[in-house]
């Protein structure tokens, strides 16, 4: 008895996968636990094991394959002896209905009216671009833009991906529009003549309009979701920037005194593993910070679980740090190691980077001074770091000096977090790194 292997859902909200890869090919012998495909999320690149033992009977779904929808049958499995042919046959086509008796003449075809020659046909609107279910594709916001200011959808040519209409395809909509009608009755005599339908928006330009030389490569399934999750957090998150300078000579000094002290185990703490330790502890002594906005309530965390900006081929992840403010910062150090190389080897699980109550981006290494960074929905903060360097610096006593300073951005959800909150979080997050000694103890 042939065994259906179908798609899996490797995470609670995967809905569809690109089957990336097959580790087996038809007519291999698989035990439970085998590995037999790879399989591509929109946030990284997972190991499909067998649960059960036989033989490949058939791949239905050949490796590449994007959009798989959970549950569909990607191949089955076979017992030994048996043919690949037994496996299940796809559902017979309905047949054609009879045809109708030769004695019954076919009714006449309808001849199509031509229109005289001296009246031209009015044109007609291309049909607004639809799901599958009949539904116009178009964002939330510009169905609610619409839906208050008296706009046909039908009548919008939408410019985001697939067609979908987005709020910038409303500027300039007639408001009070409705649909054409496909045939319109001859007015009566007399009667106002009917305003002029509106000029068709001009279709944005195909890849192969542009002169210059270039090539068209697809998206991926990551970079889908970064487009739509980063556009949904600029649209609908209204972002509030707090930006402060602050001192790390005393937090560089005690990281060199901790490396010291651990290189025996094998341990070299980074900036970045004391910087998330301090995150964490903020949140936790700055609970109005450590948030997410839920409509018509509010999620209060009761701990600090930090998401780490992780850059790898073809985007960008943000594996978890659960628990960054009780944590030691060699278990910190450890652990984003861990992460952050399985992150790049597309080998994290889902419940590694879903998750989190806040985020650190960090582009310091790169020689970057300060930049905003965008929110992490549903999270409601993140925090963006510079470089350190040299800068002119007043010292406590009053006289001028050199210090190395780095810039530090929190971006915060102004739904959830009030300015005040949020800059009472930057100024603990300032103690913290200017007395560090507060981390380890």
Known sequence: MAIEIRMPALSPTMEEGTLAKWLVKEGDSVSSGDLLAEIETDKATMEFEAIDEGVIGKIAVPAGTEHVKVGTIIATIIGDGEDAGEAPAPAPKAEAPAAAPKAEAPAPKAEAAAPPPSVAAPAQAAPAKTNGDGRIKASPLAKRLASSQGIDLSAVTGSGPHGRIVKADLNGAPTGAVAAPAATAA???????????????????????????????????????????????????????????????ALLKLRGELNDALSSRGVKLSVNDMLIKALGVALMRVPECNVQFQGDNLLK??????????????GLITPIVTEADSKSIATISAEMKDLADRAKAGKLQPNEYQGGTASLSNMGMMGIKQFDAVINPPQAMILAVGAGEKRPWVMPDGSLGVATVMSATGSFDHRAIDGADGAKLMSVLRDLVEKPLGLVA
């Not at 679980?305 to 081929?313: F, K, T």
């Open 301 to 314: 965390f009761s701990r600090a679980d930090v998401s780490v900006a992780v850059s790898i081929p073809g």
């Open 187 to 249: 007015a009566p005599k007399g009667a106002p003549a009917a305003a002029p339908a509106p000029a068709a928006k001009a279709p944005a330009p195909s890849p192969t309009d542009y002169p210059t030389p270039h090539e068209l490569v697809k998206l991926s399934g990551m970079r889908k979701t970064i487009a739509r999750r980063l556009t949904e957090s600029k649209q609908t998150v209204p972002h509030i920037y707090l930006t402060l300078d602050t001192r790390l000579d």
